[in-house]
């Protein structure tokens, strides 16, 4: 039996086709080098230099006046005037209140008859003492009567005095029925009202100054005891005299605008808590910070030298916990490195371990890239958060 013999058109018909896929075939090899080549990732960089940086603590505090006094009467008697408006600032030696006058007045009077009176005696007494000094050198009189006369007027002399001491003490208590303000500051409630009968032991108002204002805060003995070791072996600087700056964050989070500084710390610790006790000045001259009030202070203790600090969007961290950064290295590649950080400033943390000075660190970018990737890095703006241009290095 014999098969037909295919014509030629009929074998360039079959042949075309399976030169085309041959041809894509080979087509698709050659280009999937080019495929894989990607071009570098552009990521955003800050390089890392070391710099002087605060360590800063914040503990718990409490507002309180830098004076104060409760208003008391010196005299006993009725009150018949209050002065002042509750809760209002007064001077020092305003009036605050008034005392029922009249016996005092009656006093001031008595005492300056007996004044008078010991006056009229002590000039009869000096003129018996001169005429018995005449009589004495002449004597036409005895010594013993000389002697009598100037005892006499030495008598009326210290009656005398005694009666003016009398006088006064009469005027100072007449004065006393004005209460006065010891101080200057902001005056509390009115304690007592018109028509009560007060005495020297009775509280009728409390005065505070509240600008500026004590913060009193505490912190463990242990974490000072560490500072000051730190401080000793050269690893920290120590702030200069009165250069320890103390600022207040208010209980809702929000700083206050004035900082203040560190006046001392006792020098005890408490057997209870195991806490130092500390105190700040700090101005308050708009009147938001109030006694009692519970505030954070952050209070610089010293200044580590040669930090090294990285945006807290550069750090991650991997499934055991550890913290880690991208670093663009000198051939332009990502590499992955453990850090170990510190405590964290603003919105930086401070990295004790894993990085020296000319680092470049990834801030923006690092989720798209892989270690040992190439990358074209550009520098990062901190204020704006964007790059500023390239910081690639050949």
Known sequence: MKFPVP?????????????????????????????RAMPPMPVSVVEVKPEPLPITNELPGRIAPTRIAEVRPRVAGIVVERVFEQGSMVKEGDVLYRIDPAQFRVQVESAEATLQRAQAVQVQARQQADRQKTLVERNATSAQQHENAVAALAQANADVAAAQAGLAAARLNLEYTEVKAPIAG?????????????????????????????????QSSSQLLRLRRALEAGELDSPAPGEARVRIRMDDGSEY??????????????????????????????????PGLYVRVLIEQGIEPSAIAVPQQAVQRNAGGASQVYVVNAQNAAELRTVRVGRAIGTRFVIQEGLQNGDRVIVEGFQKVRPGAPVNAAQWDEKNGATTGSASRG
Do not use: K, W
């Open 7 to 35: 014509s030629p058109r009929l074998f360039a018909a079959l042949a075309l086709p399976a030169l085309l896929l041959l041809a894509a075939c080979g087509e698709s090899e050659t280009s999937a080098p080019a495929a």
């Open 186 to 218: 902001r005056i509390g409630r009115a304690l007592i009202t018109e028509g009560a009968l007060v005495t020297s032991a009775e509280n009728l108002a409390t005065i505070q100054q509240l600008d500026p204002v004590y913060v009193d805060f505490t």
């Open 257 to 290: 605008g004035h900082p203040g500084r560190l006046l001392f710390s006792e020098a005890t610790v408490d057997p209870t808590t195991g806490q130092v006790t500390m105190r700040a000045e700090v101005p308050n001259p708009t009147g938001d910070l109030l």
